[in-house]
């Protein structure tokens, strides 16, 4: 699987929008871009995955830039409930992968801290 | 809808004890997984399985064994507890193709175990 590279902190006032980068340069060209979230204590979040299109759903836009080397979440009106770990994930698709189990590793993320 | 759940949410342990952790889910996920998290770090994979009878090594698997005899429970054991194994386990699952509004993996909210 391919390396990420995340901050370990960030800070975003409430009801802006927060951007968090990631850089995965030895991405290859059958892997996905996943980002989840990790708010205290509790499990993990899917939030959204991509190949090379960007990605938007209810809870984020995902910009993948055109050589797929890095990208950015975005959370478009930040509000207190979304400080928590973010990690950015470069993995095979399942559907590719599906002997393996398409295991996701986790880095250390980075620490998001919406502030009022 | 209850997704993935863990029993027991605690534990306090004895060193040379053993335990079993169940973990259950109810969308009928083809893998799943078992991730310990220790305080400031991401999850790291203990062991997965990826159907019904078939389990396989994580990077972490060492102190542990696991079984899935029913495809909605993947059970986590420790033999004989040490306090290394003092971490917070969590419990995941992922269908076994992408499709449908639904991708990657449900987690469960975490088993926190201490080992004294």
């Known amino acids: 699987d391919a390396k990420t590279t995340q901050p370990p902190s960030m800070d975003c006032a409430e009801g802006r929008a927060a951007n968090l980068p990631c850089n995965h340069s030895?991405?290859?060209?059958?892997?996905?871009v996943y980002w989840y979230r990790q708010i205290h204590s509790q499990g993990p979040q899917y939030i959204i995955h991509?190949?090379?299109n960007n990605e938007t759903n209810e809870m984020a836009s995902l910009i993948i830039t055109e050589d797929r080397k890095s990208s950015t979440l975005i959370l478009p009106h930040a509000t207190l409930r979304d400080t928590a770990v973010y990690y950015c994930?470069?993995?095979?698709?399942?559907?590719?992968?599906?002997?393996?189990?398409?295991?996701?590793?986790f880095g250390e993320g980075t620490q998001l801290t919406v502030n009022p | 809808n209850a997704g993935v759940t863990q029993t027991p949410k605690f534990r306090v342990l004895k060193t040379g004890q053993s335990m079993t952790l169940l973990c259950a889910q109810d969308?009928?996920?083809?893998?799943m997984y078992w991730y310990r998290q220790d305080p400031g770090m991401g999850l790291r994979l203990i062991h997965y399985?990826?159907?019904?009878?078939?389990?396989a090594k994580g990077e972490v698997p060492d102190g542990y064994n696991v079984s899935r005899l029913k495809k909605q429970n993947f059970l986590l054991g420790l033999e004989s507890a040490a306090p290394s194994q003092t971490s917070v386990y969590f419990c995941?699952?992922?269908?076994?193709?992408?499709?449908?509004?639904?991708?990657?993996?449900?987690f469960g909210s975490g088993t926190r175990l201490t080992v004294v």
């Open positions: 969308m009928n996920h083809e893998y």
């Open positions: 991509g190949l090379k």
């Open positions: 995941a699952s992922s269908p076994l193709r992408t499709g449908g509004p639904v991708y990657g993996y449900t």
């Open positions: 399985s990826v159907g019904e009878g078939t389990t």
């Open positions: 030895t991405i290859s060209g059958n892997e996905y």
């Open positions: 994930i470069v993995r095979v698709n399942l559907r590719i992968a599906e002997t393996s189990g398409s295991r996701l590793t």
